[in-house]
């Protein structure tokens, strides 16, 4: 059967690596993507995306109606934007009104969250909150977020609109993602190249090719329509291994050392004042993805270490 997605960040890290496993996995649906650049249309279009519209998340009506002619909506693009991820709830709204008077099932939604959300405030330090691993198969531990936490207002959003009934709606949370990206725009993560421009805390990653086999998991019990115990059931955090920063950091440094981009392996620590952009790599957020093996995801690909070579050589390349 065909379906109608819309897709936002498509050319994007996530969302470009997603699309292109949608489009393997169900090369007959019909593709609609939301880009803010007309250089982006012909790689799209050769990938095999049906509709490639030109405008930006500010664009709030296009979105709304972009959003309502789709059945699957699925959102790469931004974790924090709230009039954006309003916009998709209204859409999907009007979405669910026009299915449901020709007796279809709910819109899917798939938004992506960050495991940023259960991030803590430790700054470098050892704290007590570092002891905490937050598991997505616990309902009481998904609820109980905090509505401070980065990204959270948006996931409310999210889990109200499925509440209320306008849409089915899942929640993809991924911890540092690494490794190279599939799609046409940028093949590069966050965290990684970060610490490659410019600690000691652990935190958890997962690779972009086993994060995108657990969007396509997800999305086929989106469509199976497996019924959930609850809005908050339909939360999946991505990670799988956890490191400490620290030790990435060290290996980094001595592969910067070894292709001569630094004089020393040797690392200093820097204060958060110095280096702001180092705070995701400074707290803790731990999480585990017991809801994601419990529907059969079984991510296997190399781990950070073995590919940071390949991530720093494509941040260099990129810089
Ligand atoms: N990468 C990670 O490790 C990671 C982990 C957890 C969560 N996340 C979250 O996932 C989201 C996507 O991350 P990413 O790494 O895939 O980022 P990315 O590579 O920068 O992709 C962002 C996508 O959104 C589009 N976009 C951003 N602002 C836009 C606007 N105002 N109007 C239209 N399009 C806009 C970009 O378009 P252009 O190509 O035109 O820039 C691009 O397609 C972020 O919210 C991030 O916080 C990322």
Redesign the pocket.
């Known amino acids: 059967m065909t379906h109608r997605v819309f897709i936002l960040?498509?050319?994007?890290?996530?969302?470009g690596s997603v699309l292109v496993s949608i489009l393997q996995a169900y090369p007959t649906w019909e593709i609609t993507a939301?880009?803010?650049?007309t250089s982006s249309v012909g790689p799209l279009k050769e990938l095999g995306v049906h509709e490639v519209v030109i405008g930006?998340?500010?664009d709030l009506e296009l979105i709304v109606n972009l959003t309502s002619l789709a059945d699957v909506v699925i959102n790469?693009?931004?974790?924090?934007d709230l009039p954006l991820t309003r916009a998709i709830v209204d859409g999907v709204k009007i979405r669910s009104k026009i299915n449901a008077s020709e007796s279809k099932g709910k819109p899917i939604l798939i938004h992506?969250s960050?495991t940023g959300v259960i991030s803590d405030q430790a700054e470098g330090e050892f704290m007590e909150s570092g002891k905490k691993i937050w598991n997505d198969n616990s309902e009481y531990d998904i609820r109980s977020i905090p509505a401070e936490q980065p990204h959270r207002l948006v996931d409310l959003e999210v889990f109200r609109a499925d509440l209320s009934e306008y849409c089915s709606a899942y929640i993809i949370a991924?911890s540092?993602?690494y490794g190279t990206g599939t799609g046409p725009?940028?093949r590069i993560?966050?965290?990684i190249p970060t610490a490659v421009r410019t600690a000691v805390k652990r935190s958890q990653a997962v690779h972009i090719a086993d994060l995108t086999k657990l969007y396509l998991l997800v999305l086929s019990r989106a469509l199976s329509r497996v019924s959930e115990p609850s809005s908050y059931a339909k939360f999946y955090f991505a990670s799988v291994q956890e490191h400490v920063w620290g030790d990435v950091i060290r290996q980094i440094a001595q592969i910067l050392y070894e292709i001569k981009r630094i004089p020393s392996p040797d690392v200093k620590s820097v204060s958060l004042r110095e280096e702001p952009d180092l705070r995701y790599l400074a707290n803790n957020s731990r999480s585990m993805s017991e809801r994601g093996f419990s529907i059969g995801w079984k991510p296997h690909a190399p781990s950070i270490e073995e590919t940071l070579e390949e991530d720093v050589v494509a941040t260099l390349a990129k810089a």
């Open positions: 960040g498509a050319t994007g890290y996530i969302g939301l880009v803010r650049s930006t998340h500010e790469c693009a931004d974790a924090d992506t960050g991924p540092t993602i725009g940028n993560s966050q965290q």
